[in-house]
């Protein structure tokens, strides 16, 4: 099993930055792949972004693309997302998640085998 834990959000004024971070424990050899994922009220969760193991590989949804930045530190067993020029409609509940091998359908919540709890983000106009 692996636990995730997200941590990093806030309230922030839109334009500004946060950072989030994804604490994983546990069988962390299964983190292979890992992505992040937000949701809104009376929506579906959204891809967001996803690394590889070594980090060479990376790819983000088209609404954030040059604003955030997806990144690991394996060493930390630790998933970071940094979000800049933050706007309102990024305001969502954050996810972390991952799974054991890489996949190209890595945009489908439902390949990830494992999520965390989420971390609210609220962007202020």
């Known amino acids: 099993q692996v636990q995730l834990v997200e941590s990093g959000g806030g309230l922030v004024q839109a334009g500004g930055s946060l950072r989030l971070s994804c604490a994983a424990s546990?069988?962390?050899?299964?983190?292979?792949?890992m992505g992040w994922f937000r949701q809104t009220p009376g929506k579906e969760r959204e891809f967001v972004a996803v690394?590889?193991?070594?980090?060479?590989?990376?790819y983000y949804a088209d609404s954030v693309k040059g604003r955030f930045t997806i990144s690991r530190d394996n060493a930390k067993n630790t998933l970071y997302l940094q979000m800049n020029s933050l706007k309102p409609e990024d305001k969502a509940v954050y996810y972390c998640?991952?799974?054991?091998?890489?996949?190209?359908?890595?945009?489908?919540?439902?390949?990830?085998?494992?999520w965390g709890q989420g971390t609210q983000v609220t962007v202020s106009s």
């Open positions: 690394i590889s193991w070594s980090g060479s590989i990376t």
């Open positions: 546990g069988r962390t050899f299964s983190t292979t792949i």
């Open positions: 998640a991952a799974r054991n091998y890489w996949t190209d359908n890595y945009s489908q919540e439902n390949v990830y085998n494992y």
